[in-house]
């Protein structure tokens, strides 16, 4: 089976934009990488389910929202003044994207016009009190994406919370709640649990795994458990990055940077508590992405700084990762999405 895959990177020093790769899961290879689009940066990516790629952009010092067709053809971009996007995310129901502003402390809304191209609808700053570590010195919205129930879901590493919105059709936000994580997490992603109970949130600056019950009638979370994602005997710097759950929501997967590894954890038959697995290396430095294949099989993971990517192979049973190839070549790369 052959299983097409999108990267976005950065473009600093090797990198041309978004690029395809293959999955050969039969001779378990990473193949065929192509440059589909020139693009400034496009460090996260989503595709909705008409195909189009909406991608993180800098225009001429401008921030913002990139949209392609299905084809890779340029609709739009949607730029302000100010520093690029870290994060967007697609809402089929409403037609809108959802884009997190790192450094501007910014959520911003975009709606999807007829032809997929975007238009701004609304954008919230965060103002509240920041967190004690010296990379909390303003807020810092690192990720905002869907509820199970619809609302969205915002992460500020400045801020150290976690926040809840209602979303109207014309992709206005109403805040309905806010969640306080322990001072210096650094929230950075969250992943649902299929049964819509309750949440894992990665905290970025405390190498910490937040499990968080979640009330859809008031769209708050409550906090269950913390686990450090290191090692016990870990020195050194280190960077939480992103979180994946199976969909069978049996295991939960992080990578970390400066530890170089893949972090997994056992869920709970209900949910609730998290159970510590293994560690495995990266082979590479900076994992800031990777992400499960559609068979969960497989796992692709994007080293940032050493221009590679790894490929393991994921048992399914107890959840353990083993590697199959690394040193695959891949410019920047800090985004790994499959196209299901």
Do not use: W
């Not at 997190?100 to 609304?122: M, P």
């Amino acid at each position: 089976m052959l299983e097409k895959m999108l990267l976005g990177t950065y473009t600093r020093r090797e990198s041309k934009g978004i690029y395809s790769l293959v999955l050969d899961t039969e001779k378990e290879d990473l193949v065929d990488l192509e440059l589909l689009t020139e693009e400034n940066s496009p460090t996260y990516l989503a595709r909705s389910k008409k195909g189009a790629v909406y991608s993180v952009t800098e225009v001429d010092g401008k921030g913002g929202a990139s949209a392609y067709d299905a084809k890779f053809q340029f609709l739009n971009a949607v730029t302000e003044e100010g520093a690029p996007l870290c994060y967007v995310a697609v809402d089929e129901a409403r037609q809108l994207v959802y884009g997190a502003n790192y450094h501007k402390g910014e959520v911003n809304v975009y709606k999807i016009l007829a032809d997929g191209s975007l238009e701004a609808t609304d954008a919230v700053y965060h103002d509240e009190p920041v967190g004690p570590h010296e990379n909390q010195n303003v807020p810092h919205v690192h990720y905002t994406d869907l509820t199970p129930d619809g609302r969205l879901v915002v992460c500020d590493l400045g801020t150290d919370r976690v926040y809840t919105y209602d979303v109207s059709d014309e992709g206005k936000l109403t805040e309905v709640a806010t969640f306080v994580a322990p001072a210096g997490t650094g929230p950075r992603h969250l992943v649902f649990n299929p049964n819509e109970k309750f949440a894992y949130l990665f905290g970025e600056l405390a190498s910490t795994v937040l499990v968080l019950a979640y009330d859809s009638a008031t769209g708050t979370f409550e906090q269950k458990q913390v686990l450090s994602t290191l090692p016990e005997d870990f020195e050194g710097f280190n960077g939480g990055a992103a979180i994946r759950i199976s969909s069978d929501a049996k295991f939960i997967y992080l990578s970390n940077r400066g530890h170089n590894s893949l972090a997994v954890f056992a869920v709970s038959e209900d949910g609730s508590s998290l159970t510590f697995v293994q560690h495995i290396s990266t082979e590479g430095d900076h994992p800031r992405d990777f992400a499960l294949d559609p068979t969960e099989q497989f796992v692709v993971c994007a080293n940032q700084n050493t221009d590679n990517l790894t490929l393991y192979r994921r048992d399914a049973e107890n959840g353990t990762l083993s590697l199959i190839k690394k040193d695959i070549y891949a410019p920047e790369c800090v985004c790994v999405l499959f196209e299901k």
